[in-house]
C-alpha cells in the first residue's frame, strides 16, 4: 500500500508538469501568432497624434504695461489741533467724521475768559511799563540839566583861580586865597564826576526800563494771538475725518482734535522695484509722464480713472527697496484716501516682439514650434518682458511661425501633432501613412484589381493610393480585414 501510494503520488505530480508545460506552450504560441498577425495587418503599432492648439509669431509693435498696487491718498491732508487749552463752547454744525466744511468757517470755538484775562492783564503791565517809560526819561533829562550846570560852575570856580593868581603875581594877592580857590575848583570837578553819576544811573535805567517795555509788548502779541486763536477756522475746503472732541469738552495746548482731507487733491502712491524704474525713465535719467490706469475692486465691480506719473520720492526710506512714485489722477470720483488700488502703468512701446501666452514659454526660454509634417522642434526665444498670463519675446528665426501655446510634458521635439488654430477650430487632420514592403503591396494590389465588387473609379483611386511610397494606415487595415476574412 504505501508503495502504491508513492507510486500514485508520483504519477499525479507528472501529470501536473506535464500540463503546466502545455499551457505555457500554448500561451507562449499564441502571442508569437498574435504579433504576427497584428504585423501582417497593421504593419506595427500606430503613432500617437497629440492635439495641440498653436498661435502665429507675429512680429510688430507691441505697448508693455507695468501691474502694481498702490495706495490712493489725498495732497492735502491737516492735522486740526487745538492751538491754546480750554472748554469747547461752539463747533461747527458737520463737525464729525465725514462732515463738510468750506473755507473760513468756524470749525469750533473755545472759551476766551482765560485769553481776555491774560490780555488784560498784559495791557496794563504795558500801562505800567509806559509810565515808567516816561518818569526815566524825565530823570534823565534832569541828569543832563545837572550835569550842564556842573561844569558851569567848574568853569566859574577855574576863572576865580585864574584871578587870584594873576594878584599874588602882582603882590596884591595872598597864598591862602589861592588855596582857597583850588580847593574850590577841585569841589566843583568832584561834583561834576557825582552828576555824570547820576546820569549814567538815570541812562541806565531807561534802558531797563525800554527793554521791560519790548518785552510785554511781546507778552501782549503773544495775549492777543492766543484770544484769537480761541476761534479756529478751516483754511480750505474738505471732508472731516478722526473727530475726538464734543461740544462742552476740554481740549489740551496742542491736542490733535482731528482731521481735515481734500477729497478732491487725490493722487495714487506706488512703490516699483528698480529694474522697472528704469524702465520708466528717459534717455536723461529724467522719469517719464507715462498715463497710468488706476483700477478699484469694489465688491466685484471695478472703479477706473486714469492718471499720469508727475513725481518720485527723494529718499528710499530706511528699510525700503525700490522706488517710491506718485501719479496725479484727473477723475477721483468713487475714491477716497486709504483706498488700495491696483495701477497699469504705460511703458515706451518696444518693436520688433511677439505676444505669447506665457505657458508657451518654458522655464530656459524656449518654445515649441510646429515644423515640416506637423512635427515638434524647440526654438529659443529672447524673453523681453512679462505681462501677466502673456509673455512678449524676440526671435528672428520664427517669422510666421505656429507656436504651440500650451506645454505640456507629453510634448518635446519630434512629436507629431495635430493642429488646432487659436480660435478653437482644428486644422484638417493629415491622415496616418505607412510603408508597405514589396511583398504586401503585391499582394494588396493583386487583391484589389481582382475584387468585382470596388466600383471601378474607387478601385483606380486605390490603386493609385497602393502605388505611391507611404499608404494611408486606413485603407491598408480595411484591405487586411478584407483579406483575411
Known sequence: MRFLRKSLTGLFLLGVTLALFTFAFVMVRSAIENKDDGQRRGGGPRERIFAVNVVPFE?????????????????????IRAAVGGTVIELHPDFQNGGQVNEGDIILRIDPSNAETALALVRADMADAQADLREATRALEL?????????????????????QNDLVERGVGTEASVETAEFAVSSANQAILTRRQSFQATEARLNKTEARLLRV???????ERNLRDTVLRAT???????VVVVKGGTVANNERIGQLVDPLALEVAFRVSTSQHQRLLD???????????????????????????NRE??????????????????????????????????????????????????????VLVVGEGERLKEAEVTLVRRQGNDVLVRS?????AKVVAERSPVLGSGIKVRVIAADGNEEPEAPAMVKLDPERRAKMIAFVDANKRIPKAVKERM???????????????????????
Open 236 to 242: 480750505f475746503s474738505g471732508s472731516l475725518a478722526n
Open 143 to 163: 541828569a543832563k540839566d545837572e550835569v550842564s550846570a556842573a561844569r558851569q560852575q567848574a568853569a566859574l570856580r577855574l576863572k576865580a583861580l585864574k584871578r
Open 217 to 223: 509788548d511781546i507778552s501782549l502779541t503773544e495775549a
Open 283 to 309: 534717455d536723461n535719467g529724467v522719469l517719464r509722464n507715462s498715463k497710468i490706469s488706476v483700477t478699484l475692486d469694489v465688491l466685484g465691480a471695478e472703479m477706473k480713472t486714469k492718471g499720469v506719473l
Open 396 to 400: 528672428r528665426e520664427l517669422r510666421d
Open 463 to 485: 490603386l493609385n493610393q497602393l502605388a505611391q511610397p507611404e499608404v494611408p494606415s486606413e485603407m491598408v487595415e480595411r484591405l487586411e480585414g478584407r483579406m483575411g476574412g
Open 313 to 366: 520720492a527723494a529718499v528710499v526710506g530706511e528699510g525700503l527697496t525700490g522706488r517710491l512714485l506718485f501719479a496725479s489722477l484727473s477723475d477721483v470720483k468713487g475714491l477716497r484716501p486709504g483706498d488700495f488700488v491696483t495701477v497699469d502703468i504705460t511703458e515706451p512701446p518696444l518693436n520688433w516682439v511677439a505676444k505669447l501666452p506665457a505657458s508657451a514659454l518654458s522655464g530656459n526660454n524656449k
Open 59 to 79: 512680429a510688430g509693435q507691441q505697448t508693455p504695461t507695468l501691474q502694481v498696487f498702490g495706495e490712493v491718498q489725498s495732497q492735502r491732508s491737516l492735522d
